[in-house]
Each structure stands twice: as structure tokens, then as C-alpha cells.
């Protein structure tokens, strides 16, 4: 039985339905919006359904929840007064997006600076700010100094001109930037983005300034240290900040004495730290520790307590950083740098900030910091808490331009060398007591602000409200998983859309300020791949769809690019990985090497061995090489042993054949070969004597893998070993590496042709990729229209016996020092890169510019000082990580152009023939070749083991016009001892 109401409940019965009453009438009433609670009942729709919709379940309506979303960029909640604990949902590792293949394009000028992996994201994104309407907006520059003419120095001209020192190998300590803001980037959201394109444009020079913890409870860790218990944290964004001490980085971590708190940083790539530390009377002591082992103990004890630093060397390949307090420390946070020349942007989010926040710095110890910086540039963030604010009145106009005013003033006075920008708020939404979606009051009007404050001060200004696409674009963002349900703050994808147009902004105002150092055009991607692969294309399409029980064959032939074998064997494993295993093909002969050590391949010589290369003085034009320009000759009793898979566990397939390449002459020894241990029967000798040097092969059907074979000397002269090949008899991409450091074009050219095609052909490729032209832009008296006519008939011949398609890979940004060290563009690098694409046209290739994948312009100098170090320090060669990563660049833009083959209609991908280009040219003068650099041992990989062997079976082809290459006489090198390819 129901029992009587309770008088106060039914009071509150009648108030709620008095509310919802007035409520109604009011927002059908004739009134402004801003006083109608529920707008959307005046629209011209009926009212029930209008009413349904606000009264019922969405459930009830089919509308259902929009679902959860994964990635969440929310740092902090800035709609509540500073003085109150902002509260800072949890958000660790964003979604990572998969990108979609896109039309978008952007300026040249834009991408300036980019590798290709980077330049695909940078135009997802365009794809996506086209869809959500926001807009690049140029950077208003305002002007630092006026004269008698108008402005003498823009707003950002200190920064650009820091940009040109490094660009142009002129500076020798970091470009730094201080980024102050409020809960948008307090987990480095935003400013992640903006910080890694700057360091990949111009350099990286570290990690910059990190907290000792997170400030706030929650929130990425991605700028703090991992922290002990036992800190006690003491914030400008407290209601009871410390107003004697502060700087502008905000936040003091203070041991009470009574316990010891501790913490470690990440310092992979760092060679010095900086500790900020506060002073005191009874200060204790830090003790540093690079990776357990104790560097050096500071005392913090001073009589005049203030903001202090203390600045170390790191040992080479520190890894991890630790402090250990003691006693009364107080610290603000920890500098972590390379020592090289780069960017180094330091993020400095508090939530609920505003400028107001900022200006609670103590001013000695503000003004300490920042010059102790010495920052290029200092950016300021603030605006959202002020908007919201002015939005709920609790703060004027007048007070906002008054505290921005300050701030810019105290910023200019700290640091009157360094360029300054101020960015607007970006837009937010509120709902309405009816739970509609409107605009929030405030972020134009500070935004207007700003721009007078920064005009007046004489700083840059970026309209981040308008790039984002103006008042109202938050509810879109909102709609498509841009923003969070809080209405403020974007998540993750929405903050890289905004670091995006900001670093775009940045870009396109730096490029006024600079002319290429080298006038070439060097485009990006895979030019021609459209045409010139579509037979290969057309083959790796038959393999996805496993409607091809043939192998795919690849043969790249270089210089020392190709001889490292990083480039390749990541680029293979690619292949091999979407398209099916073909077998690890062709290794040469030579010495042992830890460049085949990935593949589980290793090479043995045993005994008298010359290992001879095309390079050698004593090399002559029309002499048979082996495919990588290496001939292995050996003594009676030499042995050379190959093992592929080495390691490997015993498997009984897949089948497969094993070859062996060598070059029989007249006067040559006798060859003995061992299979997996066992000797095979000899072969049967030609039926005519042999009376010129002539390449001679002979296949060993095996199952497996793994295998090995062993050729001896048994007398009667030498014997000269080409190399070794093992192929799989099942579909998938064999990738053959043959690479002889210090070699041209020319090099290849000049080899006995009938050698080189016998070879070529019988690995039966369908794609041939040629990278040379980074040892021709070395060479100062480079012939372009030699080179080109040369190149152009060396293509056109190799295509002709192979029925191979083709596609060249130009130089990497080659630079030589000069005089005074500085590094600057090989000789004739500009004249290689304009040649290549015209080779690649006329000779029916495709082409990809691997500087061009690089970066550009003066990219080897950013990849010397990247960490890990991506550009070897001879300013020529790639470290193992560089080449691996260039071989990602390589493969995305080529498998790009495979998947719009896919799309295209099947009549507009017939595969073409190859084509077929005369002629020879004259030989040039040759400068001093590259050399390649001594690469780490990598590590081995998985495999598997072999099986049986079967019947041998032979090829040979003579070369009358061949010099015996195995001839006795032949000298020792003595110009340089080789290795082999």
C-alpha cells in the first residue's frame, strides 16, 4: 500500500514542473536566442516531435549513443577558476589511425623538409582538415622593430634566421623553443606534432625540458620523468601557490627531508642533462646516475635561496638517467639534449592556465629561467580559460588584454633577442538547458585580443580559432571524434589536425624567408610508376590473389647503397611478407661479412684467395665480373664455403634450387663441390675445349631453406667463383642485392656484356632497380649528356635480354665539407639530379628520388644529428636504422602505386614492352669513389633448415671477347683489399 507523499517531495514536484513550464514558454516566446533556455522549439518543425526528442531515451528515438572513443587528448578541464584542482581524465596512448590512401596535395614549400612517411601523414591530414572545413592560415608576422622605412624586423625574425644558421651548417648549438600554455598541451598534445616536424625539418637538438612528474593526476607521461612516492608538488595553478619562487616553468617537486624520492628519465640520445633546481639554506644534495652508474652529487645548500641549474656531460648510450635526493631538495625539472645542432622545443602546459597564471611566476626567478634558455622562439597558448571566463563573466576585456599585455611585456624584457607569437583560443561549445550544441561566447573576442596584444608587442599571432574553421566548428569536431565529450579539449586526432596547420603556418612563413641552396627540382614518390611497372604490378597483383605459382624476381644494382645490404634486406623482407617468399637469390663471392648476417648468410674462405673487384686499378673495360662487379680467384687447395639459412631447423619444403656462378678459361683449376657436406658427381665437360673466359652455372635441385655449398680448388690453376643462389620453387619475390662499393654507371657499362646478361638472365627478373648517382655527383667534371647517353644505352640493352621492366633510384643528399668544415652539396649533385628522371624517361623506367625521400634539401645533415644517428658522418652513407627507414620510405610510395594500379581500370593496365635505346658514350674522368662505411652486426633472424639433395643440372654461355679472367697472371689487388657484395 502507498503511503501518504512527503510534503517536501511534493514541493519539489511542483518546482520542477513550474521550471520545465517556464522553460517552454520562454523558449517559444517571441525573445533574442540568448534568452530563449531552448532555441530549437522555435525552429519551423512540428513541436511534438521536437519535445519527444528532448524528453525521451535516445534510445526510444533510434538515435542510439555515438560510442566510445579510444583516443582521448584531454589534459585537463580548464572550466573552473585556476585556484581550484583541475581535474584531468586519464589518457595514455592515443589511437593510432590507419591511413587511407587520399587525393589531398599540398605546396612543395609545405613538405619542404619531410621524409615520405611523414609527408603521407601530413596529407591524411590535409584529407582530413578539407573534410572538416578548417583552413591554412597564414601567420600575421608584426614586427619587432619599426624604422624610418616600416618594419626593419618582422616578429619572427630571430627564429628564421636561428633556421638559416642551421640550414646552412652555421650554428653550432640548438635552436630552443618554450612553448607556455594551459591544458591543450599539458600531455604534449599539439606540441607533439609541431615539435617532431620542426626537428625533422631542421634537426633535432633533444628532448628539451621535462617535468620530474606528471603536474596533474592523470595525463601522459610522454614530458615527466617516472617518479618515486615521497614528492610533494607545489603548482602556480594551486589556490595556495608559492609566490616567492616559481619560474615560468611552473611547478616545484620537493623532498621534506624524511625520505629519499627519486626519479628516472628516459635519456636515449642524450649527451647532456640540466637540472632547474631551487636554492636554499638547509638544501640537500642530487645524486646523478647514468644507467646505475653514479655520475657526480650536487649540493642545493645556498644562503641566498633562488632558481638555479647545474648542467653535465651524459657517457655515450645512456639509456637511463636516475636522481637520488637527500635531505631538503627542491627541483623543477630536468633538460634532457644531443649537444648537436637542432630543435629543441620545450612544452610547458598547466591546466586551467591563463595568462593571468603565468604572471604568478615569481619575475626574477621568470626571467632567470627563460634566459637561461635562451630561447629562439617563445610561444604563448593561453586564451581558453580566459573565454570561458568572459563567457560566464567573471572576467572583463579589459583585464584580458591588460594580463596578455603583461605577459608579452615580461616574455620581450626576459628575452629580447627571441621572436614571440601569441596564438588565439580555438573554439568550444556549451549546451543548452535542452541539450542543444552552440558556440561558446568568448573565444572570438579573445582571440581579437590576442591579435591587438601581439600587434602592439611586437609578436607574431596565429588565428587558431579561424584555422580550426571558425565559431560552430567545434560541433562538427565533436560530431566526428575530433573533440571530447567535454566540449573543449580535442582528442588525439583532432590535436594532430591542429600541430598540423600550425606547422604549416610556420612552414610557409619560413619559406619567404629563404632560396634553395641548390636551384633543382627534385620531386617526391614513385614518377612514372604508373606506366613503367605495369607488368610488375600486374605479376605482385597474381601473387596477392595467389593466382600465380611463379616466383617474382628483383635484381638492384649499385653502388655501396646496395653492397650495405640494409636497404635491401628490409625492402625484401617487405616483399616477402605481402607477396610470398622466393627465396633469399643471389649472394657473391668474397670474403665473410657481418652485412649478410640478417639474412643468415655467411661466407668462409679457405686458403690463397684474391677477392677482385671492378674497382681495382688493374680492372680493364669488357672484363666478366660477377653481378655484384666481385671475382672470388682462388689458388689449388682454396676453398670457399656459402651457407644460407645458417642455423636454420630442418624442414622438408619447400623445394628449391641452389646455384653456383663461376668463370671457367683456359689454364682454370679443377672445381670439387660439397652439397650440405656431400660431394656431387663432376660435370660432364663441354663438348668443345673452352677458349675464352665464359660464365658457366650449375643448378642443385634441394628441399629447404637451409644449405650450404663448398667449392675446392683440386689443381691445375685457379678458379674463379662468381657467387651462389638459392631460389624457391613457390610463388613469391626473390630480391637480389649486387652492389660494388665506389661504382658508377659507368662501372656497369664497361663490364663484358655477354657476362653480365648471361647472369641477369638467369635470374629471370621482372624488375630491375638500378641506384647509382651518388658516387657521379662526387665527380667534378661530370659530363650530364655523356652520363646520360651512356645510362640511357646500358638500359636499353639489359631490357632487351632480360625483358625486364625497370626503375632508378636517385642519390641521397650527398655533401662534402669544405674549408672551414661546413658541409655543403657534392660538386655535381645538382647535375645527377636533374639527369636521373630524364634517364628514367627515355629509357621507358620508372624513378624515385631517394633525397628527395630523405627530406630534400641538406636532409643528410638532419640525419647525421637525428637519434639514432640515420646519416653516416662522411656525409654519404646511411647508418643501418637510415637505410631501413629510407627502404620504408622506398616500399610505401611503391606499394602506394601498386594499390592505385589495383584501382585502376584492367584496360588501362596492360603491362608495355620494354623498350629499347642505342648507343654508347665517351667515359668521363672519375673522382674519388664513395666507400662504405663500417655498418653494426645485426642480429640473426629465424629460418629454416634443409633437406635432400638432388640431380645438378648446368648452364654455360662462352664470351669470346671476355678476358680470361682466371688466367694466372692476373694481379693482386693493390689499390683495395675487397670484401664482395
Not at 609527408?119 to 622593430?145: F, N, P, W
Not at 573576442?445 to 591587438?452: H, L, S
Not at 670457399?640 to 689454364?667: H, I, N
Not at 629509357?843 to 653516416?872: F, N, T, V
Request: with cysteine; glycine share 10%; net charge negative.
Amino acid at each position: 500500500m502507498l503511503g501518504k507523499l512527503d510534503p517536501k517531495a511534493k514541493t519539489t514536484g511542483w518546482t520542477i514542473v513550474l521550471t520545465a513550464a517556464l522553460a517552454l514558454g520562454l523558449s517559444l516566446a517571441p525573445l533574442p536566442e540568448a534568452f530563449r533556455p531552448i532555441p530549437t522549439l522555435r525552429k519551423d518543425a512540428p513541436l511534438a516531435p521536437r519535445l519527444a526528442e528532448l524528453l525521451l531515451p535516445k534510445s526510444l528515438m533510434g538515435k542510439g549513443s555515438s560510442g566510445p572513443i579510444k583516443d582521448d587528448a584531454l589534459a585537463g578541464v580548464p572550466t573552473q577558476p585556476p585556484s581550484e584542482e583541475p581535474a584531468v581524465p586519464e589518457e595514455e596512448t592515443p589511437t593510432v589511425e590507419e591511413e587511407s590512401p587520399t587525393a589531398a596535395t599540398a605546396p612543395p614549400s609545405d613538405l619542404e623538409g619531410l621524409t615520405t612517411l611523414t609527408r603521407a601523414r601530413a596529407l591524411s591530414l590535409e584529407t582530413l582538415r578539407e573534410k572538416m572545413g578548417s583552413q591554412h592560415v597564414d601567420i600575421e608576422l608584426g614586427c619587432r622593430r619599426m624604422g624610418a622605412n616600416g618594419c626593419e624586423e618582422s616578429g619572427l625574425a630571430p627564429f628564421f634566421t636561428a633556421l638559416n644558421e642551421l640550414r646552412e651548417d652555421r650554428r653550432k648549438q640548438p635552436v630552443r623553443v618554450v612553448h607556455l600554455g594551459d591544458s591543450l598541451i599539458a600531455s604534449d598534445h599539439i606540441t607533439d606534432m609541431i615539435r617532431a616536424r620542426l626537428q625533422e625539418r631542421h634537426g633535432s637538438g633533444g628532448k628539451g625540458f621535462l617535468w620530474v612528474d606528471r603536474p596533474t593526476g592523470a595525463g601522459r607521461s610522454v614530458r615527466t620523468g617516472t617518479a618515486s612516492e615521497g614528492w610533494q608538488i607545489s603548482r602556480l595553478i594551486d589556490r595556495n601557490y608559492p609566490k616567492d619562487k616559481l619560474g615560468y616553468t611552473g611547478v616545484a617537486f620537493a623532498s621534506a627531508g624524511t625520505g629519499n624520492p627519486s626519479v628516472r628519465f628516459p635519456a636515449e640520445g642524450a649527451r647532456f642533462a640540466e637540472l632547474f633546481f631551487q636554492t636554499k639554506p638547509d638544501g640537500g644534495s642530487v645524486q646523478f646516475s647514468a644507467d646505475g652508474k653514479p655520475l657526480q652529487r650536487l649540493q642545493t645548500r645556498f644562503e641566498l635561496p633562488g632558481v638555479a641549474f647545474s648542467r653535465f656531460a651524459l657517457p655515450e648510450g645512456t639509456k637511463t638517467l636516475s636522481l637520488q635526493t637527500y635531505g631538503k631538495v627542491e627541483l623543477h625539472g630536468v633538460s634532457l639534449e644531443t649537444g648537436k645542432p637542432g630543435v629543441v622545443y620545450d612544452t610547458i602546459g598547466l591546466p586551467g592556465a591563463t595568462a593571468e597564471v603565468f604572471l604568478r611566476a615569481q619575475k626574477g626567478a621568470f626571467r632567470s629561467q627563460l634566459r637561461h634558455r635562451k630561447p629562439s622562439l617563445v610561444v604563448l597558448m593561453v586564451g581558453g580559460n580566459e573565454a570561458f571566463y568572459i563567457s560566464r563573466n567573471r572576467i572583463t576585456p579589459e583585464e584580458i588584454r591588460s594580463q596578455a599585455t603583461e605577459l608579452v611585456k615580461q616574455v620581450r624584457e626576459s628575452v629580447p633577442e627571441a621572436a614571440c607569437l601569441l596564438m588565439a583560443p580555438i573554439d568550444a561549445a556549451v549546451r543548452t538547458m535542452g541539450g542543444e550544441l552552440v558556440p561558446r561566447r568568448g573565444s572570438k573576442e579573445v582571440g581579437d585580443i590576442f591579435r591587438e596584444v601581439a600587434r602592439e608587442g611586437g609578436c607574431a599571432f596565429w588565428d587558431a580559432l579561424t584555422a580550426m574553421g571558425g565559431e560552430g566548428a567545434s560541433i562538427q569536431w565533436l560530431s566526428t571524434g575530433l573533440l571530447n565529450e567535454d566540449l573543449v579539449h580535442p582528442r588525439a586526432r583532432g590535436s594532430d589536425l591542429l600541430g598540423h596547420l600550425f606547422d604549416f603556418a610556420l612552414q610557409r612563413a619560413y619559406a619567404k624567408e629563404h632560396e634553395p641552396l641548390l636551384m633543382v627540382d627534385d620531386p617526391p614518390g614513385l614518377i612514372e610508376g604508373s606506366t613503367a611497372l605495369k607488368g610488375t604490378f600486374a605479376r605482385l597483383r597474381a601473387l596477392e590473389e595467389k593466382k600465380s605459382t611463379e616466383r617474382l624476381g628483383i635484381v638492384q644494382l649499385g653502388a655501396s647503397h646496395t653492397a650495405a645490404h640494409f636497404f635491401t634486406d628490409a625492402a625484401r623482407g617487405t616483399f616477402t611478407k605481402k607477396f610470398g617468399d622466393g627465396g633469399r637469390g643471389f649472394i657473391a663471392a668474397g670474403k665473410s661479412s657481418q652485412r649478410l648476417a640478417a639474412a643468415q648468410v655467411s661466407r668462409e674462405l679457405t686458403g690463397e684467395w684474391q677477392v677482385l673487384d671492378a674497382m681495382q686499378p688493374e680492372a680493364q673495360p669488357g672484363e666478366a665480373w660477377g653481378l655484384t662487379g666481385i671475382r672470388a680467384v682462388g689458388a689449388p687447395g682454396a676453398s670457399l664455403r656459402m651457407t644460407f639459412c645458417e642455423g636454420c631447423q630442418d624442414a622438408k619444403v619447400p623445394k628449391a634450387q641452389l646455384s653456383l656462378y663461376w668463370l671457367d678459361a683456359p689454364g682454370a683449376g679443377k672445381l670439387e663441390v660439397k652439397v650440405d657436406g656431400e660431394a656431387v658427381p663432376a660435370e660432364e665437360p663441354p663438348p668443345e675445349a673452352v677458349t675464352a673466359a665464359t660464365v658457366r652455372i650449375r643448378h642443385f635441385p634441394v628441399t629447404g631453406p637451409a644449405h650450404s655449398i663448398e667449392v675446392t680448388n683440386a689443381g691445375g690453376g685457379p678458379i674463379t667463383v662468381l657467387g651462389a643462389a638459392l631460389d624457391f620453387e613457390q610463388p613469391g619475390v626473390t630480391f637480389d642485392s649486387a652492389g660494388l662499393p665506389g661504382s658508377t654507371a659507368f662501372t656497369l657499362s664497361r663490364e663484358e656484356p655477354a657476362a653480365l646478361e648471361k647472369q641477369l638472365t638467369s635470374r629471370k627478373p621482372q624488375l630491375l632497380v638500378l641506384w647509382y648517382g651518388t658516387n657521379e655527383a662526387g665527380l667534378p667534371d661530370l659530363d650530364p649528356e655523356a652520363w646520360h647517353k651512356e645510362y640511357v644505352a646500358l638500359l636499353s640493352r639489359l631490357r632487351a635480354s632480360t625483358g625486364a621492366e625497370c626503375l632508378l633510384i636517385g642519390p641521397t643528399d650527398r655533401l662534402m665539407q669544405d674549408a672551414n668544415g661546413r658541409w655543403t652539396e657534392a660538386s655535381a649533385l645538382g647535375r645527377v639530379l636533374t639527369t636521373l628522371p630524364a634517364v628514367a624517361h627515355e629509357a621507358g623506367c620508372a624513378y624515385w628520388s631517394a633525397r628527395a625521400a630523405m627530406g630534400g634539401e641538406r636532409s643528410m645533415l638532419r640525419w647525421q644529428r637525428a637519434e639514432p644517428a640515420l646519416g653516416h658522418e662522411d656525409g654519404t652513407h646511411l647508418t643501418q636504422p637510415g637505410y631501413e627507414q629510407l627502404a620504408a620510405s622506398f616500399m610505401k610510395d611503391l606499394l602506394s602505386a601498386y594499390e592505385a594500379y589495383k584501382l585502376a581500370p584492367r584496360e588501362q593496365v596492360q603491362a608495355p614492352d620494354p623498350g629499347q635505346v642505342p648507343t654508347q658514350a665517351p667515359t668521363p674522368k672519375q673522382g674519388a669513389p664513395e666507400t662504405g662505411p663500417t655498418p653494426p652486426a645485426p642480429g640473426p633472424t629465424q629460418g629454416q633448415a634443409p633437406m635432400q639433395l638432388l640431380h645438378p643440372e648446368t648452364e654455360s654461355a662462352p664470351m669470346p671477347q671476355a678476358r680470361a679472367s682466371a688466367a694466372p697472371s692476373m694481379p693482386a689487388p693493390v689499390a683495395r683489399n675487397a670484401e664482395g657484395g
